[in-house]
């Protein structure tokens, strides 16, 4: 089974910006996805990337500010995050996406452990 580690969170100022990374032992090639979640609160659908990279989804509360991406000679997926908002702040996960296209936690994955995101407003 995949297992999945997250990094490059911390604290930032509003209208700053964080690039976090989640590193994928063994296959690459999966679909995978950026959720977040904050306390009391289910997980948040964040973003979406398909095996290759040619299909990618946002949530409308993120679009036009981040960007997913990848690269799969490193097995790595990426989130860059820019005009970071206080309401952005939460713990970030990466995951396995089983039927790419959907945005429901349940048809996700191997979650890592997550990286948390402060936004100082």
């Known amino acids: 089974q995949v297992q999945l580690v997250e990094s490059g969170g911390g604290l930032v100022q509003a209208g700053g910006s964080l690039r976090l990374s989640c590193a994928a032992s063994?296959?690459?090639?999966?679909?995978m996805g950026w959720f977040r979640q904050t306390p009391g609160k289910e997980r948040e659908f964040v973003a979406t990337?398909?095996?290759?990279?040619?299909?990618?989804y946002y949530a409308d509360s993120v679009k036009g500010r981040f960007t997913i991406s990848r690269d799969n000679g490193k097995n790595t997926v990426y989130l860059q995050m820019n005009s970071l908002k206080a309401e952005d702040t939460a713990a970030y996960y990466c995951?396995?996406?089983?039927?790419?296209?959907?945005?429901?936690?349940?048809?996700?994955?191997?979650w890592g452990q997550g990286t948390q995101v402060t936004v100082s407003s």
């Open positions: 995951a396995v996406c089983l039927s790419f296209g959907s945005r429901r936690e349940s048809v996700f994955g191997s």
């Open positions: 990337i398909s095996g290759i990279g040619g299909y990618i």
């Open positions: 063994g296959r690459t090639f999966y679909n």
